[in-house]
């Protein structure tokens, strides 16, 4: 059946990675996963097929005919292509498959992929959505400079989800911790109105300490981004941030 073919094709790399003979199958058995996930009718089935690729996204990263195979045929963009085609229905893997393509493989996204996921995943983790939230945040602190192919370009991007990340959050534990210590956002009035503005929809407030939990964590993620050139970030800005937290300590942060 075609759930056992893809099961069978997930665990291709995972019984012995290092086994020479893997390698001389690889092509075969990746057209069998691409056909079987193309077919696939049950969302079990497209996770254990994205699971496939997954493993050799990770292979081509320990095998140079891995990596060959897939650029040269340009299995990656039928894999990014795939990943992003099932986002909605397995985001948790689809987010991971991406992941590993815009570190290893940032040219094959086109533009209207980037285009599509940059408002995209910020709306997954402004949900409260525990399974992908982590990866998403991740992706997002990658996609600040991906397809940008200007240095200067590059820098200012990353700077401006910085800036942005870091008023949410900050707009996010003013509203939390209201009375402890003072205001990080002291000459915003409104607050909730201002965060409605900066997120593009309304939030519950039973949602804040989520989506504060992941503002910080893309902060902390797109400090792993590689930039050609220095940026200059609002420091005191981010050290009044974490000293609020630090202040409030015996709490979930």
């Known amino acids: 059946s075609t759930g056992n073919t893809?099961?069978?094709l997930h665990q291709?790399?995972?019984?012995?990675?290092?086994?020479?003979?893997?390698?001389?199958?690889?092509?075969?058995?990746?057209?069998?996963?691409?056909s079987c996930l193309v077919n696939a009718t049950s969302r079990t089935m497209l996770q254990i097929g994205l699971s496939g690729l997954l493993t050799y996204l990770k292979a081509s990263q320990r095998s140079p005919i891995i990596d060959e195979l897939l650029l040269s045929k340009d299995y990656i963009s039928e894999i990014i292509t795939i990943a992003a085609d099932h986002f909605t229905t397995a985001p948790l893997l689809s987010a991971t498959c991406l992941y590993e393509c815009?570190?290893?493989?940032?040219?094959?996204?086109?533009p209207f992929l980037i285009n599509k996921f940059r408002p995209l995943l910020p709306r997954i983790i402004y949900k409260k959505m525990s399974g992908p939230?982590?990866?998403?945040?991740?992706?997002?602190?990658?996609?600040?400079?991906?397809?940008?192919?200007?240095?200067?370009?590059?820098a200012k991007s990353w700077k401006n989800e910085y800036d942005r990340y870091l008023k949410i959050a900050s707009l996010l534990i003013d509203q939390l911790?209201?009375?402890?210590?003072?205001?990080?956002?002291?000459?915003?009035?409104?607050?909730?109105?201002?965060?409605?503005?900066?997120?593009?929809?309304?939030?519950?407030?039973?949602?804040?300490?989520?989506?504060?939990?992941?503002?910080?964590?893309?902060?902390?993620?797109?400090?792993?981004?590689?930039?050609?050139?220095?940026?200059?970030?609002?420091?005191?800005?981010?050290?009044?941030?974490?000293?609020?937290v630090i202040s409030i300590n015996s709490q979930q942060f």
């Open 177 to 244: 911790y209201s009375g402890i210590n003072d205001y990080l956002c002291s000459d915003i009035t409104d607050i909730e109105t201002t965060l409605t503005a900066e997120i593009g929809d309304v939030i519950s407030s039973t949602d804040y300490a989520a989506i504060f939990s992941n503002c910080c964590n893309i902060l902390r993620y797109l400090f792993y981004v590689q930039l050609d050139s220095p940026v200059t970030v609002s420091c005191e800005r981010t050290f009044k941030l974490i000293s609020k």
């Open 12 to 34: 291709f790399f995972e019984d012995d990675p290092d086994d020479y003979r893997l390698e001389m199958e690889a092509e075969i058995r990746l057209k069998a996963l691409y």
């Open 133 to 154: 939230s982590e990866i998403c945040c991740k992706c997002i602190a990658h996609l600040s400079v991906l397809g940008i192919p200007s240095t200067s370009k590059q």
């Open 102 to 110: 815009m570190l290893h493989y940032p040219k094959k996204f086109s």
């Open 6 to 8: 893809l099961v069978e």
